[in-house]
């Protein structure tokens, strides 16, 4: 394999960003801006909320300023259905964290206090140009902690779990004063530590700041390192809510429940290479349709391996010592500080393998073209916690954001802000290395592309996905309009 990749990479950044500025109107087209100017009654903008109706493929759109919201509804071509302006603001309206689709052009945004313990609502029908609000929603959680929140079916859902017990429930939020809550038992299953001791699910998903927490992980899509560095993670994938656990360095702990059919699932995957004398070892896991990949690393020894979730068995296994070559690696061995003034590469696997063991190893996959693409390594501890998300200009700690354009936005905005130290592969379907270079993303794309314009501000940045087009969103101080790009 020809790892002359690391003045190509740099020729290919450079190329990229020449065809952007060159022929922007290749790379992306102007969709439509909507101006603010009218509503903003000399009051600064504080947050820009977008949702995409997965159902209908509208977009409805919410500005929120000072002491209002301004409420916008768009089909999918970007054409105006209704606007007007919300003057009461609920309780924790500074903290928005997921929204609910109710029916026909009727939307619910929830909102939580700083602890995230107490919640409000506000519905907004686009039909009637009127809205309802809550300060209080009243969900039982005094015996419970919540892990975190997902959207499914255009509705946002809380998983918790129960103190001192191996039971989750998770609760639909339908509207500004109705919810619904199913519970999952599995007190039936053994949760045992690596020391031997007997536990139960909740100490097991407790994270860094001893309440249970995981990293909302947006199926499918490429996700950055920091993302995926937590021990506890969940994914949805179709209808099957799935949740991870790496606690440990001898198994990955996977929770499957079927949010349609009830059906609830354990299993314990071993880490193959897992030896008690390896110096420094840590692990972690990701999950892509129904495969289970997994890394474990020490100071001497990487594994790769995967398991089919399916089966239960495991399908690929790549063992090497630190002296070693990497031979499965499309990329040299990259050090990154999330900009590219920081760039440089690792001559050694043994410097690869201390500087995963000294940091947050963790793994991700995404699929491009039918190919695996594969990144293994760590992210380098920074001021921003794995467990903060970033939307559209503000951050909200503890939940993870539900809504799926939310998930995207802080899936880009961390994906090109990471540090990490990382190598880049590529897998055909049958998990064979195969060579190449490493595709560029929608991300890379998009993130060139704001890179490319250094006299433009993109405030209040947000990424879309509709009719399986990504969009950039952002807010234009200069002409007071949020702006749509397609890409």
């Known amino acids: 394999m020809d790892y002359r990749l690391a003045s190509m990479r740099s020729i290919g950044i450079i190329i990229v960003f020449l065809t952007f500025n060159l022929q922007p109107l290749i790379a992306q087209t102007n969709w439509f801006s909507i101006d603010t100017n009218k509503f903003t009654e000399d009051q600064g903008l504080r947050q820009v909320i977008n949702i995409v109706n997965e159902q209908t493929n509208e977009l409805a759109v919410f500005f929120r300023y000072r002491t209002f919201i301004v409420a916008h509804i768009y089909d999918e071509t970007g054409n105006t259905v209704n606007t007007f302006k919300v003057q009461t603001l609920p309780k924790y309206h ?141 994914y949805l994938n179709k209808d099957k809510l799935i949740i991870t656990n790496d606690i440990d360095d001898l198994h990955t702990r996977v929770i499957s429940i079927n949010l349609e059919t009830k059906e609830q699932a354990y299993h314990k995957f071993p880490k193959p290479s897992y030896d008690k004398k390896d110096r420094g070892s840590k692990s972690n896991s990701y999950v ?13 020894k990487l594994d790769f391996s995967v398991f089919d979730m399916d089966t239960k068995d495991l399908v690929k296994n790549i063992v090497l010592s630190d002296k070693d070559s990497i031979a499965f690696k499309n990329s040299p061995i990259i050090l990154e500080g999330g900009d590219f003034q920081s760039y440089r ?48 200009g503000g951050a909200i700690g503890g939940l993870v954001a539900g809504i799926t354009s939310s998930v995207l936005t802080t899936s880009f905005l961390t994906y090109t802000k990471t540090k990490s130290t990382r190598i880049e592969c590529l897998f055909d379907n049958q998990l064979n290395s195969i060579e190449g270079s490493i595709p560029e993303n929608n991300f890379n794309i998009i993130n060139a592309y704001t890179e490319s314009k250094s006299d433009t501000k993109f405030n209040f940045e947000s990424i879309l996905k509709i009719n399986k087009k990504y969009v950039l969103g952002y807010f234009d101080e200069n002409t007071m309009e949020y702006k749509y790009l397609n890409f």
């Open 94 to 234: 500074h903290n928005y964290f997921g929204a609910s689709f109710i029916k026909d052009k009727i939307y619910t945004l929830f909102f939580k206090s700083d602890f995230g313990t107490k919640f409000s609502a506000l519905t907004i029908n686009f039909n009637t140009s009127s809205f309802q609000y809550s300060d209080k929603l009243n969900m039982p959680l005094k015996s419970e902690k919540i892990v975190g929140s997902f959207e499914y079916k255009s509705k946002t859902h809380l998983l918790t779990t129960v103190k001192k017990t191996s039971k989750l429930k998770i609760y639909q939020l339908n509207d500004f004063k109705n919810f619904t809550v199913e519970t999952f038992d599995f007190s039936n299953t053994k949760f045992v530590t690596y020391r031997g001791f007997d536990s139960n699910l909740n100490e097991i998903l407790k994270g860094p700041n001893a309440d249970p927490s995981a990293s909302m992980v947006n199926h499918g899509e490429p996700t950055p390192l920091e993302t995926v560095t937590p021990h506890n993670k969940v």
């Open 345 to 392: 590469e690792l001559d050694r696997t043994k410097q690869f393998m201390r500087k995963v063991t000294n940091s947050n190893p963790g793994i991700s996959v995404y699929k491009n073209n039918g190919k695996y693409v594969v990144t293994v390594g760590s992210s380098e501890t920074t001021t921003t916690s794995p467990f903060m998300v970033y939307y559209a």
């Open 288 to 300: 892509l349709d129904h495969l289970l990949f997994n890394m474990y690393i020490s100071k001497e």
